[in-house]
C-alpha cells in the first residue's frame, strides 16, 4: 500500500512515535517528553527503527524524503501536544532528523552526480574549514513608512524579499513611500556554512581530494569543529556559480543541505572490526611471540632497525592520555625524530606508517607551511565569508602525523609546531576569529643532519639545523648511519636481492598483513587503557632517581629530566597495549628503559667526555661545552676591563685563553657563537668588545 496523501502519512508517522518500544521502553515518546528537558527542537529517528516497525514507511522516506520529513514533523508535534503541550506553544514547530540511513543512499564525495539532485543523501567525509555562525531571515516583519501598517513575509533564498504595496494606504488613496524590516519583529535562524573533504585514507593515488560545502540550520550549528571526521545527512542542493564573465552559460554547483550531522567518535578510527577480527586479534594476543611478529610487520621490505622499528610499533599503539583534577592535560601520544644520512629508508619508514596507522597522515616538510600543518584563516572568493581551515596536524587528530624532510621546513613555520606537540591543540588568531583546534596526533618525523652524513665527533644539537626547543620535546630520537661494515652489508643486499625476487626471507608466518595490523592497532587503541602497576611504578621510580643520582655532583651533567619519566610511562603503556593488557606490568617497563637507554646513549651523550647529558637535546649545548662558553664569556670581559672598556685583540683573547686550557678551535668556535647571541660585539675586524660589562 502506498499513502497518496499528507495527514495519513502524518498518522502512521505518529503511530510509529507512539507505539515503537525498545525492551518494553517507548523509545521516542520518551525522547518526545525529554525535548522540554533538553530544550530541544529536534527527534532524531533511526532509519533501522523505521524499517523494523513499517516497511512501507521506510520506502517512502526513501522515494519521497520530502514529505516524509513534512509528514514526520508535524506528527512530532501533536505528539509534543499532548505530552508537553505548554512547550509545543512556545516552539511553534519541530524537526525530525534521520540518522544511520541505508547504505544505498550512502556516497562518496567525489561520485556525487546532478541525478542527486533533490535525493536524500549520506555522504561522510573530514572537515576541513567552517564559518563563523549566521543568521538567516526567514519571516521579516516589514513596517510602512506612511501609515507605520506592519507586514509579514515569509522570505526565500532569492534575497529579501519586501512587500510592493502597502493594502492600508492603497484604500486610502494614498502611495506608500516604502518599507522598512523590522529585525527584533522578524524571525531569524542560525546559519553556518562547512567544508567536507574526502578522507586522506579513501583518496585515490595521484588524484586531488573533493569537497563539498554542507549548510546547517539551528540546533545543527556549531556542532562539528575543523578536523572532525562527520556523516552527513540531507538533501542536495545547487547554487548558480557568480559569473565572473558575461554571457557565460549557466552553472551551478552543489551543496548539501543538512538534515542531520553525527560527529564520529576519535576512537573509532575509521576501521570497521568484525565479531570474526575481534577473535582472530584475541587469538594473535595470546601468542608468546606477538611482540616479535608485530616488529616484524612493520615496514618488512626493511632490513634490520630493531630498536626504531620497536618505538614505531610503541607510537602506532600510543600511551593513554590523562587529564589531572587540575584540568591540566598530559598526552599520551609518543613523538619520534629520525635522523638519519642519505639511503638509510628513512621516507620509506614514514610512507609505511601512515597507510597502517588507523589514521595517518603524510607531509613532506619542503611543501608544507605553518598553515598547511597548523590551522589558516582563508577568505572565500564568491561570497567573502572567512572560514577557518584545518591543517595537516588537525587533520591527523586521533592519529599519526609522518612529516618528512622536517629539517627543510621554514624556521618560522617550525615554530607553528611546539604547542601542536606538547600541549596539542593549534590555537589561532586571525581576521577576528580566535579559535582552539585539537591536535591529538603523534609525530614520527625524519630529517637529514646538516652537513648531509651524521659526524660521530659532533653533538646532535650541531649535527642537526633544528631548534632545540623542537629537539626536547620528542620522546625518543634516533640516528640512522650508514657506516660501511662486510657482514652487515652483504646480510642487507642479500636481504634486498631476495625480496626483489618475492623470496621473503622472513617467515611470512611471522608478519601479519597490513589489514590485519591496522585492525589490531585500532582495536587496542579503542578497548585498552592500562593502568601503571606497582612493579612498572617501582622500576620506572628506580632508573629515574639512579640516573639522577650520578648528576647530583656539581661538576656532574643532569641525565634525564621530568620529561624523559613521562616518555617513560607513555612507552609503558604502549608495550602493555600492545598485548592488549590492561595493567602495566616490569616487563613493559623494561622495555621503555631499554628505549631510553638506546636513546640517551646514542643521542643524549656529550662528545667531548662520552658521558649522559641530557642538556645535549634541552639546551643544545652539554654542561661541558656550556662552562668552556661561559668561561670565554668572563675572559673577554676581564680583558676588556683591564684595557679600560676598550675593544681587544682577538689575537691576544687566544693567546689568554689557551693559557686556561681552552683550544683556539673551540675558542673561534665559542666567539662566533656569542656574536651571534649579542653578547659580543665586533666593532672593527680583529678587535672583539662586550656589549655589558
Same mark, same amino acid.
Given at each position: 500500500m502506498v499513502v497518496t496523501q499528507?495527514?495519513?502519512?502524518?498518522?502512521?508517522?505518529?503511530?510509529? +512515535?507512539?507505539?515503537?518500544?525498545?525492551?518494553?521502553?517507548?523509545?521516542?515518546? /520518551?525522547?518526545?517528553?525529554?525535548?522540554?528537558?533538553?530544550?530541544?527542537?529536534?527527534?532524531?529517528?533511526?532509519?533501522? /527503527?523505521?524499517?523494523?516497525?513499517?516497511?512501507?514507511?521506510?520506502?517512502?522516506?526513501?522515494?519521497?524524503?520530502?514529505?516524509?520529513?513534512?509528514?514526520?514533523?508535524?506528527?512530532?508535534?501533536?505528539?509534543?501536544?499532548?505530552?508537553?503541550?505548554d512547550y509545543a506553544k512556545e516552539v511553534g514547530y519541530v524537526h525530525a532528523r534521520i540518522r544511520r540511513p541505508p547504505e544505498i543512499v550512502h556516497l562518496k564525495i567525489r561520485n556525487i552526480r546532478a541525478r542527486h539532485l533533490g535525493r536524500l543523501v549520506a555522504v561522510e567525509g573530514i572537515v576541513t574549514k567552517i564559518s563563523p555562525v549566521k543568521q538567516e531571515l526567514v519571516e521579516g516583519v516589514f513596517k510602512c513608512?506612511?501609515?507605520?501598517?506592519?507586514?509579514?513575509?515569509?522570505?526565500?533564498?532569492?534575497? +529579501?524579499t519586501k512587500p510592493t504595496t502597502c493594502p492600508v494606504c492603497s484604500e486610502n488613496g494614498v502611495k506608500s513611500a516604502g518599507f522598512v524590516l523590522l529585525p527584533e519583529k522578524s524571525k531569524f535562524v542560525d546559519l553556518q556554512k562547512f567544508v567536507l573533504q574526502e578522507k586522506p585514507e579513501e583518496l585515490p593515488p595521484g588524484q586531488l581530494p573533493r569537497s563539498i560545502e554542507v549548510l546547517v540550520r539551528e540546533d545543527l550549528v556549531d556542532v562539528v569543529r575543523p578536523g572532525d571526521r562527520a556523516t552527513v545527512v540531507g538533501f542536495l542542493r545547487m547554487e548558480e556559480d557568480k559569473k565572473l564573465v558575461k554571457n557565460a552559460p549557466p552553472i551551478f554547483h552543489a551543496y548539501l543541505e543538512a538534515n542531520y550531522v553525527e560527529v564520529s567518535a576519535k576512537e573509532n578510527l575509521d576501521v570497521e572490526i568484525t565479531p570474526e577480527d575481534e577473535k582472530k586479534i584475541l587469538e594473535l594476543s595470546r601468542r608468546e611471540d606477538l611482540e616479535e611478529i608485530i616488529i616484524n610487520s612493520i615496514a618488512p621490505s626493511i632490513y634490520g632497525y630493531k630498536e626504531i622499528k620497536t618505538a614505531i610499533a610503541l607510537l602506532l599503539f600510543g600511551g593513554v592520555p590523562k587529564i589531572h583534577p587540575d584540568g591540566i592535560r598530559v598526552r599520551g601520544d609518543i613523538h619520534i625524530l629520525l635522523i638519519g644520512d642519505p639511503g638509510t629508508a628513512k621516507s620509506q619508514l614514514l610512507r609505511y606508517v601512515a597507510s597502517i596507522a588507523p589514521r595517518g597522515l603524510y607531509t613532506s616538510g619542503k611543501g608544507a607551511s605553518a598553515a598547511g600543518l597548523t590551522a589558516a584563516v582563508v577568505k572565500e572568493k564568491n561570497?567573502?565569508?572567512?572560514?577557518?581551515?584545518?591543517?595537516?596536524?588537525?587533520?591527523?587528530?586521533?592519529?599519526?602525523?609522518?612529516?618528512?624532510?622536517?629539517?627543510?621546513?621554514?624556521?618560522?613555520d617550525r615554530v607553528s609546531i611546539h604547542e601542536a606537540m606538547e600541549q596539542q591543540?593549534?590555537?589561532?588568531?586571525?581576521?577576528?576569529?580566535?579559535?582552539?583546534?585539537?591536535?591529538?596526533?603523534?609525530?614520527?618525523?625524519?630529517?637529514?643532519?646538516?652537513?648531509?652524513?651524521?659526524?660521530?665527533?659532533?653533538?646532535?644539537?650541531?649535527?642537526?639545523?633544528?631548534p632545540v626547543t623542537i629537539l626536547s620535546r620528542f620522546d625518543?630520537?634516533?640516528?640512522?648511519?650508514?657506516?660501511?661494515?662486510?657482514?652487515?652489508?652483504?646480510? +642487507?643486499?642479500?636481504?634486498?636481492?631476495?625480496?626483489?625476487?618475492?623470496?621473503?626471507p622472513v617467515s611470512l608466518e611471522k608478519v601479519l598483513d597490513a589489514q590485519t595490523l591496522k585492525k589490531y592497532i585500532a582495536y587496542a587503541r579503542r578497548h585498552v587503557r592500562p593502568r601503571l602497576s606497582p612493579e612498572a611504578k617501582s622500576k620506572i621510580v628506580e632508573y629515574y632517581v639512579n640516573m639522577r643520582k650520578k648528576s647530583e655532583d656539581a661538576s656532574s651533567p643532569i641525565a634525564i629530566t621530568p620529561r624523559q619519566l613521562e616518555a617513560l610511562i607513555r612507552l609503558s603503556e604502549a608495550h602493555a597495549r600492545m598485548h592488549?593488557?590492561?595493567?602495566?606490568?616490569?616487563?613493559?617497563?623494561?622495555?621503555?628503559?631499554? +628505549?631510553?637507554?638506546?636513546?640517551?646513549?646514542n643521542v643524549g651523550i656529550d662528545t667531548q667526555t662520552m658521558t649522559i647529558d641530557i642538556d645535549?637535546?634541552?639546551?643544545?649545548?652539554?654542561?661541558?661545552?656550556?662552562?668552556?662558553?661561559?668561561?670565554?664569556?668572563?675572559?673577554?670581559?676581564?680583558?676588556?676591563?683591564?684595557?679600560?672598556?676598550?675593544?681587544?685583540?682577538?689575537?691576544?683573547?687566544?693567546?689568554?685563553?689557551?693559557?686556561?686550557?681552552?683550544?683556539?678551535?673551540?675558542?673561534?668556535?665559542?666567539?662566533?657563537?656569542?656574536?651571534?647571541?649579542?653578547?659580543?660585539?665586533?666593532?672593527?675586524?680583529g678587535r672583539i668588545s662586550v656589549v655589558s660589562l
Amino acid at each position: 500500500m502506498v499513502v497518496t496523501q499528507a495527514i495519513p502519512l502524518t498518522e502512521r508517522i505518529t503511530e510509529f +512515535l507512539k507505539r515503537f518500544t525498545v525492551d518494553g521502553r517507548e523509545k521516542y515518546r /520518551d525522547a518526545i517528553r525529554r525535548m522540554s528537558i533538553e530544550r530541544s527542537i529536534s527527534l532524531v529517528i533511526d532509519f533501522d /527503527d523505521l524499517l523494523l516497525f513499517d516497511k512501507e514507511l521506510a520506502d517512502i522516506l526513501l522515494e519521497r524524503p520530502h514529505d516524509f520529513l513534512d509528514a514526520a514533523s508535524k506528527a512530532i508535534m501533536e505528539v509534543l501536544k499532548i505530552e508537553n503541550p505548554d512547550y509545543a506553544k512556545e516552539v511553534g514547530y519541530v524537526h525530525a532528523r534521520i540518522r544511520r540511513p541505508p547504505e544505498i543512499v550512502h556516497l562518496k564525495i567525489r561520485n556525487i552526480r546532478a541525478r542527486h539532485l533533490g535525493r536524500l543523501v549520506a555522504v561522510e567525509g573530514i572537515v576541513t574549514k567552517i564559518s563563523p555562525v549566521k543568521q538567516e531571515l526567514v519571516e521579516g516583519v516589514f513596517k510602512c513608512k506612511t501609515c507605520g501598517t506592519e507586514l509579514t513575509v515569509p522570505q526565500g533564498p532569492e534575497g +529579501l524579499t519586501k512587500p510592493t504595496t502597502c493594502p492600508v494606504c492603497s484604500e486610502n488613496g494614498v502611495k506608500s513611500a516604502g518599507f522598512v524590516l523590522l529585525p527584533e519583529k522578524s524571525k531569524f535562524v542560525d546559519l553556518q556554512k562547512f567544508v567536507l573533504q574526502e578522507k586522506p585514507e579513501e583518496l585515490p593515488p595521484g588524484q586531488l581530494p573533493r569537497s563539498i560545502e554542507v549548510l546547517v540550520r539551528e540546533d545543527l550549528v556549531d556542532v562539528v569543529r575543523p578536523g572532525d571526521r562527520a556523516t552527513v545527512v540531507g538533501f542536495l542542493r545547487m547554487e548558480e556559480d557568480k559569473k565572473l564573465v558575461k554571457n557565460a552559460p549557466p552553472i551551478f554547483h552543489a551543496y548539501l543541505e543538512a538534515n542531520y550531522v553525527e560527529v564520529s567518535a576519535k576512537e573509532n578510527l575509521d576501521v570497521e572490526i568484525t565479531p570474526e577480527d575481534e577473535k582472530k586479534i584475541l587469538e594473535l594476543s595470546r601468542r608468546e611471540d606477538l611482540e616479535e611478529i608485530i616488529i616484524n610487520s612493520i615496514a618488512p621490505s626493511i632490513y634490520g632497525y630493531k630498536e626504531i622499528k620497536t618505538a614505531i610499533a610503541l607510537l602506532l599503539f600510543g600511551g593513554v592520555p590523562k587529564i589531572h583534577p587540575d584540568g591540566i592535560r598530559v598526552r599520551g601520544d609518543i613523538h619520534i625524530l629520525l635522523i638519519g644520512d642519505p639511503g638509510t629508508a628513512k621516507s620509506q619508514l614514514l610512507r609505511y606508517v601512515a597507510s597502517i596507522a588507523p589514521r595517518g597522515l603524510y607531509t613532506s616538510g619542503k611543501g608544507a607551511s605553518a598553515a598547511g600543518l597548523t590551522a589558516a584563516v582563508v577568505k572565500e572568493k564568491n561570497s567573502g565569508e572567512f572560514y577557518l581551515e584545518a591543517g595537516a596536524l588537525v587533520l591527523a587528530d586521533g592519529g599519526v602525523a609522518c612529516i618528512d624532510e622536517f629539517d627543510k621546513m621554514e624556521a618560522k613555520d617550525r615554530v607553528s609546531i611546539h604547542e601542536a606537540m606538547e600541549q596539542q591543540t593549534v590555537s589561532i588568531a586571525k581576521a577576528g576569529i580566535v579559535a582552539t583546534l585539537n591536535a591529538r596526533a603523534s609525530i614520527l618525523a625524519a630529517a637529514n643532519p646538516a652537513f648531509g652524513r651524521y659526524l660521530p665527533g659532533r653533538n646532535i644539537s650541531e649535527n642537526i639545523d633544528l631548534p632545540v626547543t623542537i629537539l626536547s620535546r620528542f620522546d625518543l630520537i634516533f640516528v640512522v648511519r650508514d657506516t660501511p661494515n662486510a657482514e652487515r652489508d652483504r646480510e +642487507l643486499a642479500q636481504y634486498v636481492v631476495d625480496f626483489h625476487g618475492e623470496t621473503y626471507p622472513v617467515s611470512l608466518e611471522k608478519v601479519l598483513d597490513a589489514q590485519t595490523l591496522k585492525k589490531y592497532i585500532a582495536y587496542a587503541r579503542r578497548h585498552v587503557r592500562p593502568r601503571l602497576s606497582p612493579e612498572a611504578k617501582s622500576k620506572i621510580v628506580e632508573y629515574y632517581v639512579n640516573m639522577r643520582k650520578k648528576s647530583e655532583d656539581a661538576s656532574s651533567p643532569i641525565a634525564i629530566t621530568p620529561r624523559q619519566l613521562e616518555a617513560l610511562i607513555r612507552l609503558s603503556e604502549a608495550h602493555a597495549r600492545m598485548h592488549l593488557r590492561d595493567v602495566v606490568t616490569a616487563r613493559d617497563a623494561e622495555v621503555a628503559i631499554s +628505549l631510553m637507554e638506546y636513546f640517551l646513549r646514542n643521542v643524549g651523550i656529550d662528545t667531548q667526555t662520552m658521558t649522559i647529558d641530557i642538556d645535549t637535546i634541552m639546551t643544545g649545548q652539554p654542561k661541558s661545552q656550556r662552562e668552556k662558553l661561559i668561561a670565554v664569556l668572563d675572559t673577554v670581559k676581564n680583558l676588556v676591563r683591564q684595557n679600560n672598556g676598550e675593544p681587544i685583540k682577538e689575537e691576544d683573547l687566544y693567546s689568554e685563553l689557551e693559557k686556561n686550557g681552552i683550544d683556539r678551535n673551540f675558542a673561534r668556535k665559542a666567539i662566533e657563537k656569542l656574536l651571534e647571541q649579542g653578547e659580543l660585539m665586533q666593532p672593527s675586524p680583529g678587535r672583539i668588545s662586550v656589549v655589558s660589562l
